[in-house]
């Protein structure tokens, strides 16, 4: 991976339940963010998260950034069907361009 | 949605043929770029634009050409395609100050 690792690939959960998601970099970065992409569609940006910040919330999203051990994580509450996608870090280490992880695929049963 | 759009949608050719992928946004953003992601698989960046008459190589190298000539339109040449070109390509933009990079629908090329 270009810029590090993101954890685990894939996830099947239940509807209701939540959903972690992990992603770990390598470089230092000027922010992290979090991207949703639909099978076969573009991606949408979901929530970022500064490197002097340790934690951010979205409605059901938490976002955590450890910069010590370079690694954040992303918490979907209560999920529903609806949030089955592949989900994708992405770091911003300045000359404004982004690099992304693997992604983790998350489907989520009814 | 953003108002970032990518034609065609999906794109089958043979091999030796020249391509342009089109890809425009109406939000007036001066920062766009080209994506390439295998299925399953990461983004690799393999163009970037800052503003009119700049273009840049990105991260992953590409056979592919680019320019921008308006702000608004960033289209994406391949002189002659081959099977290896194969791939999803994403194009997005962002307006600077702000981080956040809006993209579109993407371009799903096969070549055979």
């Known amino acids: 991976s270009q810029q590090g690792e993101e954890d685990p690939q894939a996830l099947s959960i239940q509807e209701g339940e939540n959903a972690t998601m992990n992603c770990s970099y390598k470089?230092?970065?000027?922010?992290l963010q979090w991207y949703r992409q639909n099978s076969g569609r573009g991606l949408v940006h979901l929530i970022l998260i500064r490197s002097n910040e340790r934690e951010k919330h979205s409605g059901r999203l938490r976002v955590t950034l450890d910069t010590s051990k370079k690694s954040s994580s992303l918490l979907i509450t209560a999920s529903r069907a609806a949030d089955t996608a592949s989900y994708f870090c992405?770091?911003?280490?300045?000359?404004?361009?982004?690099?992304f992880g693997a992604g983790t695929i998350l489907r989520v049963k009814s | 949605e953003a108002d970032i759009y990518q034609t065609p949608r999906y794109l089958v050719i043979g091999t030796g043929k020249k391509i342009t992928l089109e890809c425009s946004q109406t939000?007036?953003?001066?920062?766009m770029y080209w994506y390439q992601q295998d299925p399953g698989m990461e983004l690799h960046l393999i163009h970037y634009?800052?503003?009119?008459?700049?273009?840049e190589k990105g991260d992953l190298s590409s056979e592919s050409t680019v320019s921008r000539i308006r702000t608004e339109h960033f289209p994406l040449t391949l002189e002659s395609a081959r099977p290896s070109h194969t791939s999803q390509y994403l194009c997005?933009?962002?307006?600077?100050?702000?981080?956040?990079?809006?993209f579109g629908p993407g371009t799903r090329l096969l070549v055979l």
């Open positions: 939000m007036g953003h001066d920062k």
């Open positions: 470089t230092s970065i000027n922010n």
């Open positions: 992405a770091t911003d280490r300045g000359f404004h361009r982004l690099v």
């Open positions: 997005a933009s962002r307006v600077s100050p702000e981080e956040t990079q809006y």
């Open positions: 634009s800052y503003g009119v008459n700049s273009t």
